[in-house]
């Protein structure tokens, strides 16, 4: 567990080993919970694991990145809880919602490039195809049984250099640090995603789950195709040739 090891703190000494984290008494505790929420596939094995040893049921949710993902997690904690969604979650799944509708006028129709470990490409991937995106390019690092679900019409288990032969002609690139190069090859905006992360400041703050996290994360793609638009000029609308001749202070022809 390293949420309490990479999340941009300063400790009063140093130390050669991580910080926070799950205790050993934590994981001897797993075997009296009520349920296991194991979220991304790569947990499916631990959790499955957990349910053999002590009989702990669980739901492995693939992604926390989209509406109906998290819409599914609710339904489950409320099931589990007995009780209602609370109303600040509620408004913000109103607030996703909107950020959606706002967003998928800039997302709809483009094509993007993704490069990630298997579980964020496939919620990455999902959340631009829930926009009306294309993935043109998906590049992976290791197998995974949830590569077979990302939408794309291929997946490569490759590296940068696959990742950047099969970019060209996308509006957009998303992948960690290290496409910044290929970003400036391709002419292309690179939006950066996953480990590492080395050139931008307050990525371990950074949330693109949840219903918050997911609404920042559309925000965020709209944005940065939004800052590449090209920007309309006069000269996009011409003026009705009376207009035009007064513009030039030309005497106005009428029709007779």
């Not at 007995?82 to 483009?110: C, I, T, Y």
């Not at 400036?184 to 703050?205: E, K, S, V």
């Amino acid at each position: 567990d390293l949420s309490g090891s990479l999340d941009g703190h300063m400790s009063d000494a140093f130390t050669p080993t991580t910080l926070g984290g799950a205790t050993v008494a934590d994981v001897r505790n797993l075997g009296a919970s009520v349920f296991t929420v194991a979220i991304g596939e790569q947990m499916r094995a631990p959790a499955e694991r957990l349910r053999e040893k002590c009989g702990v049921a669980y739901q492995v949710f693939d992604r926390l990145t989209g509406l109906a993902a998290n819409d599914a997690l609710m339904r489950t904690l409320t099931e589990l809880s007995g009780r209602p969604v609370p109303q600040r979650l509620r408004r913000q799944r109103s607030q996703l919602q909107d950020a959606m509708l706002d967003a998928h006028f800039f997302l709809g129709g483009q094509s993007f490039a993704i490069g990630a470990e298997p579980d964020l490409l496939y919620a990455v991937a999902s959340m631009v195809a829930d926009l009306g995106g294309t993935v043109a390019a998906a590049v992976t690092t290791t197998k995974s049984p949830i590569l077979e679900r990302v939408p794309a019409d291929e997946v490569v288990i490759g590296d940068l250099e696959d990742l950047e032969t099969r970019a060209k002609d996308c509006a957009m690139l998303l992948t960690h640090a290290h496409g910044r190069q290929a970003s400036q090859r391709l002419g292309i905006p690179l939006y950066r995603i996953g480990i590492p992360m080395f050139d931008r400041l307050g990525a371990a703050h950074r949330v693109s789950v949840g219903y918050r996290g997911t609404r920042d994360l559309v925000f965020d793609l709209a944005n940065v195709l939004m800052a590449v638009e090209h920007g309309h000029k006069p000269t996009d609308w011409p003026l009705p040739p009376a207009a035009l001749a007064a513009a030039r202070g030309e005497p106005s022809i009428q029709p007779a």
